[in-house]
C-alpha cells in the first residue's frame, strides 16, 4: 500500500509506540476517503437528476391551437399542427392573467439558476474527486472526464456540455462570462482551501433566494396556491 500523504507529518503522541499503527489508520483512512467520494458522486448524479428533471418540466408548458381556427370551441394539443404556433395557448390566460409564455419564462429564470450552480458544483466535485492522501497522488482528473457513465449526456440536456469542444462547459457566475482554462485538478489543497470549497458548496452563489421566494410568492397568487 503507497504511503499517505498526511500520516508521516502526524504527530501521534502516546499512540506513536503502537506497533503499525500509521500503517493500520492509514488503510482506514484511505477506506473512509473511498467511501466519501463514492457518497459525494453519488449526490452529484443525483442533483443532475434532480435539474434534468426541471429543466424537461420547464419545457413541457406548450400549448398548442388544434383545428380550424373558425371553430366557435377552441381547442388545444401538446402537439404542433401549425409551423407557425409559438406554442403559447393563443395568448389565452391560464389561471387568472398570466400567459403560457409568462410561466415559461419565470420557469426558465428558475432553471437557469440551478443549471449554473450545478455546473459551479460540478467543478467542486471534480476538485474534491481529485483529492488523495496518497503519495503520489491518485485519480487526477480533468475537467473534461466523464465522471459517470453518461454524465455528457446528461449535461447536454442542461445545455453544460458543448459538442464544439466536446467538453463540459465552464462554470460561471449569474451574468458573467467563464475564462476559466482547461487545467488538470491534480494539486493537493490545504485546509484553507477545503474551507472555501465546503462555503461555496453550502452558500449556493447562483442561487438568488429571494428572487426564488418572489417567484413562488407570484406564480403561487397567479394559481391561488401556495408554494413553499
Not at 111 to 126: D, S, T, Y
Not at 130 to 145: E, F, M, Y
Request: glycine share 4%; hydrophobic share 40%; proline share 6%.
Amino acid at each position: 500500500m503507497p504511503p499517505l500523504l498526511y500520516m508521516p507529518s502526524m504527530e501521534l503522541g502516546a499512540l506513536r509506540d503502537i506497533p503499525n499503527i500509521k500503517k493500520k489508520a492509514s488503510q482506514k483512512l484511505f477506506k473512509q476517503q473511498v467511501l466519501h467520494q463514492g457518497k459525494l458522486l453519488s449526490s452529484y448524479k443525483h442533483m443532475v437528476s434532480v435539474v434534468i428533471h426541471m429543466v424537461n418540466i420547464s419545457r413541457s408548458m406548450k400549448c398548442f391551437l388544434k383545428g380550424a381556427s373558425s371553430s366557435p370551441l377552441v381547442h388545444f394539443s401538446g402537439y404542433s399542427e401549425d409551423k407557425n404556433d409559438p406554442g403559447d395557448g393563443g395568448g389565452i390566460p391560464v389561471f387568472k392573467f398570466w400567459t403560457i409564455s409568462c410561466f415559461e419564462e419565470v420557469a426558465e429564470e428558475l432553471v437557469q439558476m440551478f443549471i449554473l450552480e450545478l455546473n459551479l458544483k460540478r467543478l467542486l466535485v471534480v476538485e474534491l474527486l481529485s483529492i488523495s492522501c496518497k503519495v503520489p497522488p491518485l485519480n487526477s482528473l480533468h475537467w473534461s472526464d466523464e465522471l459517470y457513465p453518461g454524465e455528457f449526456s446528461d449535461l447536454s440536456i442542461c445545455n453544460l456540455y458543448s459538442e464544439e469542444t466536446c467538453k463540459p462547459v465552464y462554470p460561471r457566475l449569474n451574468d458573467q462570462k467563464s475564462e476559466m482554462p482547461a487545467a488538470r485538478f491534480n494539486q493537493q489543497p490545504d485546509h484553507d482551501v477545503l474551507q472555501v470549497y465546503l462555503t461555496t458548496w453550502l452558500a449556493e452563489v447562483n442561487i438568488d433566494s429571494d428572487r426564488v421566494d418572489e417567484i413562488f410568492v407570484e406564480v403561487g397568487e397567479e394559481m391561488h396556491v401556495t408554494i413553499s
